[in-house]
């Protein structure tokens, strides 16, 4: 099904047009909304986020003891009495915690794909989602629901630029997208580290963050220093042989049954017949018949 709507983020996953066969609202006795059972609802399989915030949590059920639930949960259904959410695991695990036998829900229809980038749009738009989460929602966008990185950017409101920005962070070593993760490094100091090429030197860097503390600034500063450097030392480094020169070096090694090294500035140059002993020595001048 091609999809349409484009640029209208999550509203343009839940519209209700007909002839574009888009997710539309099931019948419901009382209007937009439905109480459904806690226990008729089961956890989305497709949910983008694995880890929330505890002490966040414990204050959202909190409140929910005392105001209810004030935006409800979206789901889909599965059967007569059973249920899928789409939308609000955060808002279900904390209504549970608090005790709620039901929970206010929108139902809508949409298949396995549907629902799971619903799924990523919503959490990406509402959700506090870490960098790296929210790399990992762009990338199972591109790849599960076959979107192009236009068609992303449009979804969830972002230009290309940052898109692109957020999927490099997935490039970046183990131990960085994990400190991006637990939140000590934040997204300034990550697009610095990603513009050096080496892993080794990001985590250079990385480990220079941790230790000093240093700011976006310092980083981008650090990285310019780093990069330079690596740079010059490639430009005075002396450049490898020619590959006319290594096929010579091949066929020298071969014939003199030891590792012959040819160097040559394209007038003058040496050859290099090591030996490892006097035989050895022999062998050689025996091939050269002296």
Same mark, same amino acid.
């Given at each position: $099904?091609?999809?349409?709507?484009?640029?209208?983020?999550?509203?343009?996953?839940?519209?209700?047009?007909? &002839?574009?066969?888009?997710?539309?609202?099931?019948?419901?006795?009382?209007?937009?909304?439905?109480?459904?059972?806690?226990? &008729?609802?089961?956890?989305?399989?497709?949910?983008?986020?694995?880890?929330?915030?505890?002490?966040?949590?414990?204050?959202?059920? &909190?409140?929910?003891?005392?105001?209810?639930?004030?935006?409800?949960?979206?789901?889909?259904?599965?059967?007569?009495?059973?249920?899928?959410?789409?939308?609000?695991?955060?808002?279900?695990?904390?209504?549970?915690?608090?005790?709620?036998?039901?929970?206010?829900?929108?139902?809508?229809?949409?298949?396995?794909?549907? $629902?799971?980038?619903?799924?990523?749009?919503?959490?990406?738009?509402?959700?506090?989602?870490?960098?790296?989460?929210?790399?990992?929602?762009?990338? !199972?966008?591109?790849?599960?629901?076959?979107?192009?990185?236009?068609?992303?950017?449009?979804?969830?409101?972002?230009?290309?630029?940052?898109?692109?920005?957020? %999927?490099?962070?997935?490039? %970046?070593?183990?131990?960085?997208?994990?400190?991006?993760?637990?939140?000590?490094?934040? $997204?300034?100091?990550?697009?610095?580290?990603?513009?050096?090429?080496?892993?080794?030197?990001?985590?250079?860097?990385?480990? !220079?963050?941790?230790?000093?503390?240093?700011?976006?600034?310092?980083?981008?500063?650090?990285?310019?220093?780093?990069?330079?450097?690596?740079?010059?030392?490639?430009?005075?480094?002396?450049?490898?042989?020619?590959?006319?020169?290594?096929?010579?070096?091949?066929?020298?090694?071969?014939?003199?049954?030891?590792?012959?090294?040819?160097?040559?500035?394209?007038?003058?140059? &040496?050859?290099?017949?090591?030996?490892?002993?006097?035989?050895?020595?022999?062998?050689?001048?025996?091939?050269?018949?002296?």
């Amino acid at each position: $099904m091609k999809k349409k709507g484009l640029g209208r983020g999550l509203s343009a996953l839940l519209s209700d047009t007909p &002839e574009t066969n888009k997710l539309e609202e099931a019948p419901l006795p009382s209007g937009n909304l439905n109480e459904i059972a806690i226990t &008729e609802i089961e956890v989305n399989p497709y949910q983008p986020r694995k880890d929330f915030d505890a002490e966040a949590l414990n204050e959202l059920v &909190e409140s929910i003891k005392v105001h209810g639930i004030i935006q409800p949960v979206t789901v889909r259904r599965l059967s007569r009495n059973q249920y899928q959410l789409i939308s609000g695991e955060r808002r279900f695990q904390a209504a549970r915690k608090a005790g709620l036998k039901k929970i206010p829900a929108y139902i809508r229809t949409a298949d396995d794909q549907q $629902m799971l980038e619903m799924a990523l749009v919503e959490n990406i738009q509402r959700e506090n989602l870490n960098p790296v989460e929210i790399a990992l929602s762009y990338q !199972r966008l591109l790849t599960e629901c076959n979107l192009k990185q236009e068609e992303l950017g449009e979804r969830v409101g972002k230009n290309r630029s940052t898109v692109t920005n957020y %999927l490099r962070l997935l490039k %970046l070593p183990p131990a960085i997208q994990i400190a991006l993760r637990d939140n000590k490094l934040n $997204m300034g100091h990550a697009r610095a580290i990603i513009n050096i090429e080496n892993p080794d030197i990001q985590l250079v860097i990385f480990k !220079r963050i941790i230790q000093d503390d240093l700011s976006v600034r310092q980083v981008e500063d650090l990285a310019r220093t780093l990069s330079s450097a690596r740079n010059k030392a490639r430009a005075e480094a002396p450049s490898g042989p020619s590959r006319e020169i290594s096929q010579l070096q091949g066929k020298l090694s071969n014939y003199f049954g030891t590792k012959v090294t040819v160097k040559s500035d394209g007038r003058k140059g &040496e050859i290099k017949i090591p030996f490892l002993s006097v035989e050895d020595l022999n062998r050689i001048l025996d091939i050269f018949k002296l």
